[in-house]
C-alpha cells in the first residue's frame, strides 16, 4: 500500500511597502563631533555617540578621541565598561595597580566598580569605543598633572 504525503512548506511573505522601525548605526568616518566639556579631565577630548541604550540594548557606545597629554580622573561605572582602541596610544590604571599602555586594537574590560582612569598618551592622540551600561559616571577624585607626568611605563620584553 503506498501512502501520499503532502507536504506544505511556508514562506514568510514580507510586502515591500511593509514599514520597519530599524536604527541603522554606521561609523561612517572617526571624525568626532561634540567638544566634550571641561570637567572630569585634563586636555582637549571629543565625544561622538554612536548607540544610545533603550529597552532593547541597555547599552551606550561612544567614540571618545583625546588629544595627546590628556586623561581623564579616576572614576568608575554601576555596571561594567569595555574600551575597544582603534587608534593611537593610551594609558589605563585600576585603583592599586600598575599603569598599562594601550594600542591600537587592544581591548579593555572593566568590572562594575572598578575605580580606574584612562587617558592618552603623553606624545599621541587616542580613540576608542567606550561601551558600557545606561548609568551615569561615577567620579571619585581628580587626577593631578604631577601625576599624569611622571608615569613610566617598563618597555615590553620580547622573550624567545
Known amino acids: 500500500m503506498m501512502r501520499k504525503y503532502l507536504f506544505v512548506i511556508l514562506f514568510p511573505l514580507v510586502s515591500s511597502s511593509q ?36 529597552t ?17 580622573d579616576w572614576h568608575k561605572h554601576s555596571t561594567g565598561q569595555v574600551l575597544i582602541i582603534v587608534k593611537g ?9 600598575k599603569v598599562i599602555k594601550l594600542r591600537e586594537g ?19 592622540l587616542v580613540s576608542y569605543l567606550a561601551v558600557y551600561g ?9 587626577l593631578e598633572k604631577e601625576y599624569y607626568d611622571n608615569i613610566k611605563i617598563e618597555p615590553d620584553v620580547i622573550k624567545y
Open 89 to 97: 596610544e593610551g594609558y589605563y590604571q585600576e585603583k592599586g595597580k
Open 19 to 54: 514599514e520597519y522601525n530599524l536604527k541603522s548605526y554606521k561609523i561612517d568616518n572617526l571624525d568626532v563631533e561634540e567638544k566634550a566639556p571641561n570637567i572630569h579631565y585634563l586636555g582637549n577630548a571629543w565625544l561622538k555617540g554612536i548607540v544610545e541604550a533603550d
Open 106 to 124: 587592544d581591548v579593555i574590560k572593566c568590572d562594575k566598580n572598578i575605580e580606574h582612569w584612562h587617558s592618552s598618551t603623553k606624545q599621541k
Open 56 to 72: 532593547d540594548f541597555e547599552y551606550n557606545i561612544t567614540l571618545a578621541t583625546f588629544s595627546s597629554d590628556s586623561t581623564l
Open 134 to 142: 545606561a548609568s551615569n559616571t561615577i567620579w571619585t577624585e581628580k
